[in-house]
C-alpha cells in the first residue's frame, strides 16, 4: 500500500501569493479523479470570495467547499465515509482543528491543510504551528518579492490595522523577502479608528 494512501496529515504553507490554494485544488481535482470520496471547508472568518460554497484560488480555479464557522462545525459536517479531507486558510481556525485533524488521520483519512505559518509580523499563526508538528508531509511554497524578484516567504502588510488578523489582498499585502521585509506600522489616523469600525 501507497504510504500516501493511509491516513495522515499533509500541510501545504508558506506566505501569501506562494500557490498554497492552486495546490490544494490540484491535489484535491487529482484524487476526485482516483474516485476518492473528497470534502472540503473553509472557513467563514475568509471573505474575501463572498458567501458562495465554493474555494476559489488567485488563478480562478476553484472546488466544491463548505463553509463552517469553527473546528466544530467542521467536524459536525463532516460526511460519513470521506476519504480525503481539504481545509483551506487554516490559520483562521480556532486551536480545536490540531484535535479534529490529527482524529481524522488517526481514523484513515487522508487530510491536507494549507494556510499561513506566519502573519504579517512573522509571528506563527493560529493552529498552524501545531498542525506543522504533527504532519506527515510538509511543502514550503514561496511567492517572488515585489521588490528584488527573489523568492519571498513572508507577507508583508502594507495597508489597514495592527490586528492580527485582517482579511485582504494585493491592496493590504504583498510577498516580500527577508531582506525586503519590514515592519509595518499602522499610519496614527488609521490606529485611532475604534476596532468596531473597522470592516476587516
Avoid: W
Avoid at 52 to 61: A, F, I, M
Avoid at 156 to 170: K, M, T
Amino acid at each position: 500500500m501507497d504510504e500516501r494512501s493511509r491516513g495522515h496529515v499533509e500541510v501545504i504553507t508558506g506566505g501569501m501569493f506562494s500557490g498554497k490554494s492552486e495546490e490544494l485544488v490540484r491535489r484535491l481535482r487529482r484524487a476526485t479523479i482516483a474516485r476518492q470520496a473528497v470534502q472540503v471547508f473553509t472557513p467563514a472568518a475568509d471573505t474575501r470570495n463572498g458567501a458562495g460554497e465554493r474555494l476559489v484560488t488567485r488563478d480562478n480555479r476553484d472546488y466544491e467547499a463548505v463553509r463552517v464557522a469553527d473546528s466544530a462545525d467542521l467536524e459536525r459536517r463532516l460526511r460519513f465515509g470521506i476519504q480525503v479531507v481539504g481545509i483551506d486558510e487554516a490559520q483562521f481556525f480556532d486551536p480545536g482543528l490540531v484535535d479534529v485533524v490529527q482524529d481524522l488521520a488517526d481514523c484513515g483519512v487522508r487530510v491536507i491543510v494549507v494556510g499561513l505559518d506566519l502573519d504579517y509580523r512573522r509571528d506563527p499563526f493560529g493552529p498552524m504551528p501545531a498542525i506543522l508538528a504533527l504532519a506527515e508531509y510538509v511543502d514550503k511554497m514561496h511567492a517572488i518579492c515585489v521588490r528584488c524578484g527573489r523568492p519571498a516567504h513572508y507577507s508583508q502588510r502594507i495597508a489597514g490595522s495592527a490586528d492580527q488578523v485582517q482579511v485582504g489582498d494585493a491592496e493590504a499585502y504583498e510577498a516580500r523577502c527577508r531582506q525586503c521585509y519590514t515592519p509595518f506600522e499602522p499610519t496614527a489616523e488609521l490606529a485611532a479608528v475604534p476596532a468596531e469600525a473597522e470592516t476587516g
